[in-house]
């Protein structure tokens, strides 16, 4: 639905080149959830502007519905535009217009009949729960209001892709839920597909199917949210999903810890399955081990079971190593050698 192909663009700034985006393919197909996250600078934005050509890339393409968007005509860019819906941090509506007429807008724009753009301001307002603020102005509405108004807005010329660029970075985290609720309803019951940015791992969290991580312009991981959370790769994303995860040890508590010589620290790692398994308790009873749950985290990604947890094992080195081996066949362990590993 949208491709990057080996995109790149190249600001001139002050004599300066910048390389905001380099080298990015991603593929993100009809239906999906699909976010980009990055911490400031990373070229996110820059990548999401591509989509709608609000910026030309100077390297590599981007495709659209199979069209490939620099070789488009004025016309086809406004007939694709229409089909691409896009939301703010910062909402952008029109504070001289009403919430109809800020809805009502794009339609106006296409030449929609009146009576049409009656008919589907109103169920717009119905779906994103404001039909009784027709005709307030923005200024009486609250963030989160604003941006269900940005939100109806945008999908009313029925677009197929939704783009959003950090739409819930400017709301507290109940209404950043009622938003994502709404943005998941929106991607199931009007068959949007939806690329949207953020620095925020919750919101990644809580609606992506899939996921890339932005670093220095590039994309420097990539795959389903649930493996991006359960098999991170890079310093990055592991710093994202602590984010969200609370997953490390204390730096004092990991210095008390290591100044017992027969004490040892493991990152225990289960999905699915494995975490309604008595593991720890089995593993004391069949070693001479005793065993120390320091942090425990289960969370569910995308459905499905996700533990973390952080366990002391005391004994001699031989058993730890015969409990560790037996372990190892049911889930992923890690030796924790600093209080940020
Ligand atoms: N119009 C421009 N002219 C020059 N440099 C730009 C321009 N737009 C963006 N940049 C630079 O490109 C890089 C990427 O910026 P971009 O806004 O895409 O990042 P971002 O990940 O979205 O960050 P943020 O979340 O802070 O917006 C930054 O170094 C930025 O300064």
């Given at each position: ?36 996250i ?163 791992m ?34 990055t994303t592991?710093n994202f999903i602590?984010s ?98």
């Open positions: 639905m949208i491709k990057f192909e080996g995109v790149g663009k190249v600001f001139q700034s002050k004599g300066r080149e910048v390389a905001a985006v380099q080298d990015v393919s991603l593929s993100i197909e009809k239906g999906e959830i699909f976010g980009v990055g911490f400031s600078g990373a070229g996110k934005s820059t990548l999401l502007r591509l989509v709608n050509l609000l910026e030309r890339p100077t390297s590599g393409k981007v495709i659209v519905n199979e069209q490939e968007n620099l070789s488009l005509s004025e016309k086809e860019l406004r007939k694709m535009r229409q089909r691409i819906g896009m939301i703010f941090q910062t909402f952008n509506l029109f504070n001289s217009r009403t919430v109809f007429g800020n809805v009502a807008y794009p339609l106006k724009i296409a030449k929609v009949p009146k009576q049409e753009i009656n008919r589907r301001v109103t169920e717009l307002l119905q779906f994103v729960g404001l039909a009784d603020k027709a005709n307030y102005y923005p200024e009486q509405l609250s963030g989160g209001q604003k941006q269900r108004v940005g939100i109806a807005r945008a999908l009313a010329t029925s677009p197929d892709i939704l783009i959003c660029d950090e739409a819930t970075s400017a709301l507290d985290p109940e209404t950043t839920s009622d938003i994502l609720t709404l943005l998941k309803r929106v991607n199931e019951e009007y068959n949007v597909t939806i690329l949207l940015i953020t620095h925020e919750q919101v990644i969290r809580t609606i992506c199917d899939r996921v890339a991580v932005m670093e220095n312009g590039r994309v420097i991981e990539e795959g389903s949210v649930f493996n991006l959370f359960t098999n991170p790769t890079t310093k592991k602590s969200v995860l609370n997953d490390k040890i204390s730096p004092q508590l990991f210095e008390k810890l290591c100044g017992n010589k027969s004490s040892h620290l493991y990152r225990i790692i289960f999905t699915g399955e494995e975490t309604s398994k008595p593991l720890l308790s089995n593993i004391a009873k069949s070693f001479e081990v005793d065993v120390n749950i320091l942090y425990g985290n289960i969370s569910e990604i995308q459905e499905v079971l996700f533990g973390n947890l952080i366990v002391e094992l005391q004994g001699n080195q031989v058993e730890i190593g015969r409990a560790v081996n037996h372990l190892k066949q049911y889930v992923e362990v890690q030796e924790v050698t600093s209080h940020a590993s």
